[in-house]
T-cell receptor, first 116, second 109 residues
């Protein structure tokens, strides 16, 4: 499967725990984006990363959320001390181009976080 | 600040007829507009795009129209098929994609 791979597909956490979501981009893609979809809402941009660099994190909440895309391995979206409002579907997307191109992104199937 | 708006949360169309999904935007800096299709429990998949310097782009049953003066774009699907039933998101691109809230299309026999 050469698509964007996300895991876990479903994650259940209790309030105060940590959630780690992983994303492996398509082969050859070096640009990774994270989006969040709250229930009954659209996709909200969170962060744009290239290898070892955060390019744009304007959509990330100021606290508890962090993202990385190391030189080796998948991109990680980390949510510390989760609260019920973090329950959402988190989508990762990748692109082979500079983001100033056509904008076409290839999305994974998402990770659904439920906070009890 | 919602830069991309899809004011119709749902649309129901009979099979074989035309489906028209609408989208309005406020950001004049968007250089491309894209439509994505999303099935439940799956990620969005790219459908069609249009450059801001064009007013129409066609791909098979799908045509996107852009009216820059009105800051409006629309997606036409003709003929509509039951497999087209999904949520459709429009998005504008500057250095990242900004999505609308989606329109749920249901195509019935």
């Amino acid at each position: 499967n050469a698509g964007v791979m996300q895991n876990p597909r479903h994650l259940v956490r209790r309030r105060g725990q940590e959630a780690r979501l992983r994303c492996s981009p398509m082969k050859g893609h070096s640009h990774v984006y994270w989006y969040r979809q709250l229930p009954e809402e659209g996709l909200k941009f969170m962060v744009y990363l290239q290898k070892e660099n955060i390019i744009d994190e304007s959509g990330m909440p100021k606290e508890r959320f962090s993202a990385e895309f190391p030189k080796e391995g998948p991109s990680i979206l980390r949510i510390q001390q989760v609260v019920r409002g973090d329950s959402a579907a988190y989508f990762c997307a990748s692109s082979p181009w500079d983001s100033y191109n056509t904008g076409e992104l290839f999305f994974g199937e998402g990770s659904r976080l439920t906070v009890l | 600040d919602q830069q991309v708006k899809q004011n119709s949360p749902s649309l129901s169309v009979q099979e074989g007829r035309i489906s028209i999904l609408n989208c309005d935007y406020t950001n004049s800096m968007f250089d491309y507009f894209l439509w994505y299709k999303k099935y439940p429990a799956e990620g969005p998949t790219f459908l069609i795009s249009i450059s801001s310097i064009k007013d129409k782009n066609e791909d098979g049953r799908f045509t996107v129209f852009l009216n820059k003066s009105a800051k409006h774009l629309s997606l036409h699907i003709v003929p509509s098929q039951p497999g087209d039933s999904a949520v459709y998101f429009c998005a504008g691109n500057t250095d990242k994609l900004i999505f609308g809230t989606g329109t749920r299309l249901q195509v019935f026999p």
